[in-house]
């Protein structure tokens, strides 16, 4: 069974930092794609950052890129996606999706991922 579960989001003022963990069970971690999304109330779900654990590849969407850092302990089967500078737009829940790495066209786009995790809330004060 595959599972994802998050942690690290919490209150932060407008400048600090969080680091977000996703810890990943029941697949072939290897061999997938890991993406970070996130939803503020009243939004769509938001492609933030993804990570290869095939090749080590990552993306990052044009509103984090910069700030957010995203990796992958690959003897731990957990993916970590720092965050620096937050600013209170980055209010939002806070999901990891898993997905084969195989024929992945878009790694931003929610509909691509099988598995998701609960969420965790990044709250960030001004």
């Known amino acids: 069974e595959v599972q994802l579960v998050e942690s690290g989001g919490g209150l932060v003022q407008a400048g600090g930092s969080l680091r977000l963990s996703c810890a990943a069970s029941?697949?072939?971690?290897?061999?997938?794609?890991i993406g970070w999304f996130r939803q503020a109330p009243g939004k769509e779900r938001e492609g933030v950052s993804c990570?290869?654990?095939?090749?080590?590849?990552?993306y990052y969407a044009g509103s984090v890129k910069g700030r957010f850092t995203v990796s992958s302990d690959n003897a731990k089967n957990t993916v970590y996606l720092q965050m620096n500078s937050l600013k209170p737009e980055d209010t939002a829940v806070y999901y990891c999706?898993?997905?084969?790495?195989?024929?992945?066209?878009?790694?931003?786009?929610?509909?691509?991922?099988?598995?998701w995790g609960q969420g965790t809330q990044v709250t960030v004060s001004s």
């Open positions: 999706a898993a997905r084969p790495a195989e024929k992945l066209v878009d790694c931003t786009d929610p509909y691509e991922y099988d598995s």
């Open positions: 029941g697949f072939a971690f290897d061999d997938y794609v």
């Open positions: 990570i290869s654990n095939r090749d080590g590849s990552t």
